[in-house]
Each structure stands twice: as structure tokens, then as C-alpha cells.
């Protein structure tokens, strides 16, 4: 499994204790010390079964400054939120060619 995490959100925290409870030692990514690319973001999507705008976090400053009532393409998006990964939702989980996000942290059960 490999998590995309953010140690300072509650909820990524909980949804690592859940996998680590299921016996799981995943592969962390501390996604704002270490950015995901466009292409692995693209890969997260397609394996995510949400809209791509289910990644974005409308509630973080640089959303809300640079791009809140914006039109944009996927492709705008996945450049946006690889410019600026705060505006990605956390926790992530994947596993293979399935992927949830862990909001609430109970979703990870779908992939232990």
C-alpha cells in the first residue's frame, strides 16, 4: 500500500492508525515534502472512483486566492494541485490499480 499522508491532519493520522491496525506497514508519502508529479497524480485519479474535483481542498487559502469560481480543465487541475499540494485531499491510499481516500478514514477498509 502506499499512503499519501499529511502528519499534521487528523484525519490522515487516523486513517494510517486503521491501516497500521490491519497489520499494514504502507509506503508513506509525505506528499508536501516530497510533491507528486503530474503523471502519478493522473494515475491516482484513474484509480480513485471519485471526480477529479473530490481531490481538490476548497477550504485552503491558495484555492480560495488563486482559483475558487474557476472553469478548468482535469489537466488545469492536476497542474494546480501539483503547483500547490495543500490543495490536494488527504489521506490517499492505494493499492494496485484501486485507490481511496481516507475521508472519513474508514473508507481505507474497502482496500485492506
Known amino acids: 500500500?502506499?499512503?499519501?499522508?499529511?502528519?499534521?491532519?487528523?484525519?490522515?493520522?487516523?486513517?494510517?492508525n486503521i491501516v497500521r491496525e490491519a497489520g499494514i506497514e504502507p509506503e508513506i508519502?509525505?506528499?508536501l515534502k516530497t510533491p507528486v508529479?503530474?503523471?502519478?497524480?493522473?494515475?491516482i485519479?484513474?484509480?480513485?472512483?471519485?471526480?477529479?474535483?473530490?481531490?481538490?481542498?476548497?477550504?485552503?487559502?491558495?484555492?480560495?486566492?488563486?482559483?475558487?469560481g474557476k472553469d478548468l480543465s482535469d489537466e488545469e487541475w492536476i497542474k494546480a494541485m501539483v503547483a500547490n499540494p495543500k490543495m490536494i485531499e488527504r489521506p490517499i491510499a492505494v493499492v494496485g490499480d484501486k485507490a481511496v481516500?481516507?475521508?472519513?478514514?474508514e473508507?481505507?477498509?474497502?482496500?485492506?
Open 1 to 16: 500500500m502506499k499512503f499519501y499522508h499529511n502528519p499534521r491532519c487528523s484525519k490522515s493520522r487516523q486513517t494510517l
Open 29 to 31: 508519502v509525505e506528499y
Open 37 to 43: 508529479s503530474e503523471e502519478e497524480l493522473k494515475e
Open 45 to 68: 485519479v484513474a484509480k480513485l472512483d471519485v471526480p477529479l474535483t473530490a481531490l481538490i481542498r476548497k477550504g485552503e487559502a491558495v484555492y480560495k486566492e488563486k482559483y475558487k
Open 101 to 105: 481516500l481516507g475521508r472519513p478514514p
Open 107 to 112: 473508507n481505507v477498509s474497502k482496500l485492506l
